[in-house]
């Protein structure tokens, strides 16, 4: 399981990079659960990933919550792909049906892929889409089927301390990453997760863990911290 760490900025990253993850994360916390940072900051961030990682670490970047705006979407993935990002990942927030998923991530990949073609795109769901009135994750195996995305995703929506596996069972999380792998899809679960998740996360076997808080120190407004990140990735490995 690879582990993925969200930091906010370049200090962040090189704490993010001590600590041994597999993919450094580039997100603005202050503008939502997969908040999108500034481009020179994502590009900043890869140029030290090239600098001091030869190759074994990639660089991911959120682009947003997204509502139903296809052309801004496919205009901020196309930013992040630009600016060197590999895992470039879309929030479907805002998204009430199928339609509309497809709509809106058909518009991204073609962004994404118009830039290079290995670069992935990751669909994020989130696990608390009922309080937020969100589209279910369990979309994903007819989302899949008409659009070419690479990692289907769950987070939480709200960050207010509670975890994904407050609002997803863990048999509801297994058949969300069954049915992703199934459809050739990576998996990757996130949303609050504390230490004490980890061993029910590993026994779920997404390919996948996302985490920013948890290596805060359970604030993820505080700073990441290497020294947590080191310990995280004992345990995922």
């Given at each position: 399981m690879k582990l993925l760490v969200s930091p906010r900025d370049i200090e962040e990253a090189k704490a993010v990079i001590?600590?041994?993850?597999?993919?450094v994360d580039?997100?603005?916390?202050?503008?939502?659960?997969?908040?999108?940072?500034?481009?020179?900051?994502?590009?900043?961030?890869?140029?030290?990933?090239?600098?001091?990682?030869?190759?074994?670490v990639a660089v991911s970047a959120a682009i947003g919550d997204f509502y139903y705006k296809p052309g801004t979407a496919a205009l901020a993935?196309?930013?992040a792909a630009l600016s060197g990002a590999e895992y470039i990942k879309v929030g479907l927030f805002g998204i009430r049906?199928?339609?509309?998923?497809?709509?809106?991530?058909?518009?991204?990949?073609?962004?994404?892929?118009?830039?290079?073609?290995?670069?992935?795109?990751?669909?994020?769901?989130?696990?608390?889409?009922?309080?937020?009135?969100?589209?279910?994750p369990f979309e994903i195996s007819e989302i899949a089927r008409e659009v070419d995305i690479d990692v289907a995703m769950v987070d939480t929506g709200i960050k207010d301390g509670r975890s994904t596996l407050e609002f997803m069972s863990g048999d509801e999380l297994r058949r969300f990453?069954?049915?992703?792998?199934?459809?050739?899809?990576e998996t990757a679960i996130a949303g609050s997760l504390k230490?004490?998740?980890?061993?029910?996360?590993k026994e779920i076997a997404p390919d996948i863990i996302g985490v920013r808080?948890?290596?805060?120190?359970?604030d993820r407004n505080a700073r990441v911290k290497p020294e947590l990140v080191r310990d995280l990735k004992q345990m995922v490995v």
């Open positions: 001590r600590g041994d993850a597999d993919i580039v997100k603005n916390p202050a503008e939502g659960s997969l908040g999108a940072n500034f481009p020179w900051v994502i590009s900043s961030v890869k140029e030290l990933v090239r600098r001091e990682c030869d190759g074994t993935a196309m930013g049906d199928r339609r509309e998923a497809i709509d809106l991530l058909s518009a991204v990949v073609k962004a994404v892929k118009s830039v290079e073609t290995t670069k992935k795109v990751v669909c994020a769901f989130y696990s608390d889409y009922k309080r937020i009135n969100s589209i279910s990453v069954e049915n992703s792998k199934a459809l050739g899809l230490f004490e998740d980890v061993p029910r996360i808080g948890m290596v805060c120190g359970g």
